[in-house]
């Protein structure tokens, strides 16, 4: 056995400290034994917490069921007060009264009574800020008690939730806080009780009732409920907007949770909020109204008590993770290290080096049993190189001799080939060339006889254009001709109309005077009117004239007022009239400047287009010259082409054959290559080895 002593390259491969197997077994049992701890504190933590929010569920809807209960009884006391006026006779019979009246004692007496009855109900009952009648017939006008404002009321019966009132025909209807107001002026938000208060015996109403609440009166009844810390008690409709809260800036804004749709659910949920808090959320729906009672609890304020749990289980963590540091560090010392001292031998042998053994004291496991292993194997690799190394330097000298030998024949044959494909490529190019400059030939041939076409036509049409151009000079003169009336016409019509301007401002004159006659005549109705009532019963007839006066002025204003609207519009429309006529002049000074220099763009199309004609003319002659220099060219160069292309053929069969000889030189030349590379990387791998 031959051995070889050349010096070993140390190939040792890098290894992540953190992927080796004592750090992946470490990994494995602290993770193990801190997970199971974990898992099981969160389990507790989670179950804890779930049951104080079941708990504090309940207990808060009970709560708000009990509160919404006495909410309920609120609302029903002020719906039994609107049901007094549905159905008193008496203020049935003074509302019919009042719209029945004739003279004004009459109006002001039944107007009186109402009010009466009005001020007693809100003085005996603190709540109500204002109450306010909204009349539903023509004679009739609002009437209000408390803080309540007439003047507000034509814009409160334009509101949707009017609209909805009347819609129930004697229902009752909750308006919720306005950004406008109600039935007061005051500024605090308030809500408001509508109802249409139909009569029993003829069943129409002349009135709708409005009975405005302060929300804060409201809010009282449950100031004192708390269900938490940090607990919030709140009225919401049913698009999730605050009616009544502890912070009067939040009313009429959108709640940040989102409730069920449907009214008739009732209950207690945990919510998500827009900012991403959970609250506990209590709610049920009011029997008078399609509001809700709500309560949120902060789900964070809930489970304080379940944080001890949580903080258990992280000391009891912390203890588990020393624990688990303890195993891993003994598993590294008794497997860890032995297998990476096992595995650094092997390196070692890879890299080369054949001579080591492993010296790991004997001990009864898979660890011991692989050294052993280890070490028989080395000893066969050693014995294997040193056969393989005598065989590989007698198959070198061998591929050495082969290589040289198939290299100068290579070389000869594609010497020649090299030479044949030249001539070959030559012959083929000029074939190529050949028929390319045929083609060429009858293309140019064919484009010839395109453009004298082409020329023949552009003649005839430059012909035509010529005449075309003679016919629209003679129109053009027409035209400035008839544009010229035109601006004349126009300038007299603008004239005419500032006149007719002029006496539209004199009729609006005359209808101020008119209009002044007719609101003395007014007054002095006004004047008669109150003298006869004076009078008494004497002054009663000419009381009726007073009347006929006033309603002859009226009238009077109306056909006025009537006739100052025809007049401002016939004003304005001889306004804008005058205004386009203004704009269309000037588009006439500029039409016949254009019609000017269109007719004289005419003239000189006309000059030109006689130059042109003659210089088609020319072009068609060299035209037909160049035609017959083509037909000589073309001919020419059909004969070179069939020249070009037998020399090619020729020229291609030899290149054939010389190729296939340079492809089996060069064949033989790589199977020489490549035995002459087996033998030399056999024998340098070999000789990496220590034996």
Known sequence: MKSVNNPVVSATISINPFKSV???????????????????????????KDIVETKVSDASFQTINQVADNLDIVFKTYEDISMQFLVDKDFHDTSSALLNAEDEYSKFEATKKITDMLQYISLSNDSIKGILLLPLQEKLKPIAVGNADTSRAAELMETDWFKKIMDLNGGTYWVEPQSTGLATASQLPSIALGRQLNNSVTSRANYVLLMEIPVESISEHYSDVVLGDGSELSI???????????????????????LPVDPEVNGADTLAKRDGNEVLAAYRSFHAMDWRLVGTIPVQELVKAAHVIRDVTLVTALLAALIAIAIGYLVILTIARPIVKLSELMEEGASGNLTVRSTLKKRRDEIFRLSESFNRMMVQISELANQTTQSAEQVLATAGELTESSRRTALSAREISVATEEIAKGATSLAMESERGSDLSFHIQSQMKEVMTANEEMVRSAGEVELASKSGTDHMGALMQKTERTENMTRAMVEKVDALKDSTTSIVKILDVLNNLTKQTNILSLNATIEAARAGAAGKGFMVVADEIRQLADQSKQSIDIVAGITERISGEIEETVNVLSEAYPLFREQVESVKEANGIFLSVQGQMGGFQQRLDDVTSSVAELEKSQNVLAEAMTNVSAVAEESSATSEEVASLSSEQLNVSEGLVKLSEQLDAVSRGLKETLTKFKL
């Open 22 to 48: 004592g750090i992946k077994l470490f990994l494995i049992i602290f993770g193990s034994i801190l997970a199971c701890v974990i898992t099981i504190g969160m389990l507790a933590y989670s179950k804890t």
């Open 236 to 258: 919401l409709d049913m698009e999730g907007n605050y009616i009544a809260s502890n912070d009067s800036a939040l009313i009429g804004t959108q709640a940040p949770i989102t």
